[in-house]
């Protein structure tokens, strides 16, 4: 049974980088590409970005100058690093998986998240 | 990307049907058939429900079912029960390898 678990500071001061693990138990990295997803108290998701297993990246544009994400297969563990950060990034940090499928020998992205991390609290304040 | 609209709640008695809307734009739910349907219960990480607009995972009831038409995709749970009280959220993939996802419906079983 695939696992993901977040990891990281509970606790960031403002204007300085928030930073998240995500360690993957259970299953392989490859092909498959990894999210991060956060959620502000009381309120919705919001989809942060992706890196796949090879080291692609995309972000969420609305951050996209601020994140950093990186991947460490041999360690199964990808991260997020947010810079300059306000009380705005307080959230709970998730990360999870978006699977793949083969057809005609050929690897298609699922575009949706089957396994989540239980998420990461992270509070900006000083 | 602007948030996919929902219905901030929706409810319904025990064995009845609910569907919850999830309205976007011809950028997102309209151009792709990639949506999906995550359920969150308090304090505890989303779980996919539907995905590619109509499909279920393994172990999903047949009791959730997803469909959708034009801009606007929906999410119905027949047979209504008590666990199935909690938040659902949509997801569309919007192009250029990006989701956006929607403001999410509070489900209340009467």
């Known amino acids: 049974q695939v696992q993901l678990q977040e990891s990281g500071p509970g606790l960031v001061k403002p204007s300085e980088t928030l930073s998240l693990t995500c360690t993957v138990s259970g299953g392989s990295m490859n092909n498959y590409y990894w999210n991060w997803i956060r959620q502000p108290p009381g309120k919705g998701l919001e989809w942060i970005g992706y890196?796949?297993?090879?080291?692609?990246?995309n972000y969420n544009a609305s951050l996209k100058s601020r994140v950093t994400m990186s991947i460490d297969t041999s360690k199964y563990q990808f991260s997020l690093k947010l810079t300059s950060v306000t009380a705005a990034d307080t959230a709970v940090y998730f990360c999870?998986?978006?699977?793949?499928?083969?057809?005609?020998?050929?690897?298609?992205?699922?575009?949706?998240?089957?396994?989540w991390g239980q998420g990461s609290l992270v509070t900006v304040s000083s | 990307q602007s948030a996919l609209t929902q219905p901030r709640s929706v409810s319904g008695s025990p064995g009845q049907s609910v569907t919850i809307s999830c309205t976007g734009t011809?950028?997102?739910?309209?151009?792709?058939?990639?949506v999906s349907w995550y359920q969150q219960h308090p304090d505890k990480a989303p779980k996919l429900m539907i995905y590619d607009v109509s499909k279920r995972p393994s172990g999903v009831p047949d009791r959730f079912s997803g469909s959708k038409s034009g801009n606007t995709a929906s999410l119905t749970i027949s047979g209504l029960q008590a666990e199935d009280e909690a938040d659902y959220y949509c997801c569309s993939y919007a192009g250029s390898n990006t989701y956006v996802f929607g403001i999410g419906t509070k489900v209340t079983v009467l």
């Open positions: 999870a998986r978006e699977n793949y499928f083969l057809s005609s020998g050929y690897y298609y992205r699922g575009r949706n998240f089957d396994y």
């Open positions: 011809s950028s997102d739910v309209g151009d792709y058939n990639y």
């Open positions: 890196i796949s297993y090879s080291g692609t990246t």
